[in-house]
């Protein structure tokens, strides 16, 4: 009896030597008959209650052979058969094949545009800043000073999240502003570029969402004339040398006195004349002194400091650079619209 047991981890051991798995699948499939959690090993372990008592030794031993043999012969063989489906698969590659053309896409006339414009300010020390676009009513507006009854908090001019009339999509990136101010003692000198968005019917002239540009400078001293100056070093950087401006009175609730921005084109160029309502004068930015009132809101002392902020559209600046029609095409991912602006960096 004991014999024929003996025998069987013989014939086991014969048998693994002899079993010659030519590929991976075949490998897999002798890991699981040797060394699976069924293999057949296993049995000849089984075997070993019926083993007389000063033999169990040697038959143990001898059943452990066969398992390292097994294991040892699936070592050596994963290890030969992965490197040949290795071998194999780069033998087949024609390394003197042309490559895949990478096809290159182009910026956003918008971003072509807002990086011009950020360049232009950073370069006289202003830094970028960036927030969330679904804000809260506090930061949005009553930071801003913009009182309960303003026509910019009406549901027809805002977009209010379905569940609270607490959070908005931002109708300026003041927002951004305001957060910077609540944590920043100045001196603060930023631009907040980004999207913000209005309730406002889509057409040809006007969207419901859309970029801005604002920029802040707090710090002491800072007067009007600063303000002035840092627009026209930006008209001049913007639209040539030559760039005229002029500020008209106006009024924002969170910047007293309020200004807006005309950079003079002229009328010779027929699009020009037609821009400017033939006047040579095209408006593209609101500005202004910041309230005290905005500053005390966010933290900042204001019989200490001062500061200037204005803020201007994206869209209407790049219709204008690139000569489109409609401000629609900005927002419809058009790839026959988009690819015309390949060269453009
Ligand atoms: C416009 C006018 C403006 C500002 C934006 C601003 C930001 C802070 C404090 C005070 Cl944190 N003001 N921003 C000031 C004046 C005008 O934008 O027509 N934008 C398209």
Redesign the pocket.
């Known amino acids: 009896m004991s014999a024929d047991t003996f025998r069987k981890v013989d014939e086991m051991k014969a048998a693994i030597e002899a079993d010659q798995p030519g590929d991976l699948q075949a490998l897999e499939q002798f890991r699981i008959k040797y060394l699976g959690s069924k293999n057949v090993i296993k049995v000849l372990f089984g075997e070993i209650r019926n083993i007389p008592n000063e033999q169990k030794k040697e038959y143990g031993q001898r059943v452990n052979a066969v398992k390292e043999a097994a294991e040892a012969k699936y070592n050596s063989l994963k290890q030969q058969l992965e490197t040949a489906a290795e071998e194999a698969a780069v033998k087949d590659i024609d390394l003197t094949a042309p490559g895949e053309p990478i096809e290159l896409g182009s910026r956003h006339p918008i971003a072509v545009t807002m990086n011009r414009i950020i360049r232009i300010f950073e370069r006289i020390g202003f830094v970028v800043a960036d927030d969330r676009e679904i804000e809260d009513d506090w930061h949005n507006f009553t930071a ?1 000073n913009t009182p309960e009854d303003h026509p910019a908090r009406d549901m027809q001019d805002t977009f209010y999240l379905q569940n609270s009339m607490e959070m908005l999509l931002r109708t ?1 990136t ?1 927002s951004v ?2 957060r910077v ?1 609540k944590h920043t003692q100045p001196p603060i000198r930023i631009i907040a570029p980004g999207r913000v968005y209005r309730n406002e019917t889509v057409s040809a002239r006007s969207h419901c969402q859309f970029h ?1 540009v ?1 920029g ?1 400078y707090v710090d002491e001293n800072v007067s009007f004339a600063d303000l002035k100056q840092t627009l026209l070093y930006f008209a001049r950087e913007m639209f040539g040398p030559d760039a005229q401006i002029r500020l008209r009175p106006s009024y ?1 609730p ?2 007293e006195p ?1 200004a807006e921005m005309d950079v003079y084109l002229g009328t010779e160029t027929e699009k020009d004349y037609r821009l400017t309502k033939g006047t040579g004068w095209l408006e593209i ?4 002194m ?2 005290p009132t ?1 500053l005390e809101n966010c933290g900042i002392d204001s019989t200490k400091y001062t500061g200037f ?5 994206i869209e209407r600046q790049a219709l204008r650079l690139y000569d489109i029609g409609d401000i629609r095409l900005f927002f419809e991912n058009d790839v026959r619209f988009l690819k015309q602006f390949a060269s453009t960096i």
């Open positions: 801003m300026h003041s502003q305001a101010m801005q604002e802040l924002f969170f910047t309020s930015l609101g500005c202004g910041v309230d905005v902020a204005f803020g201007m559209g």
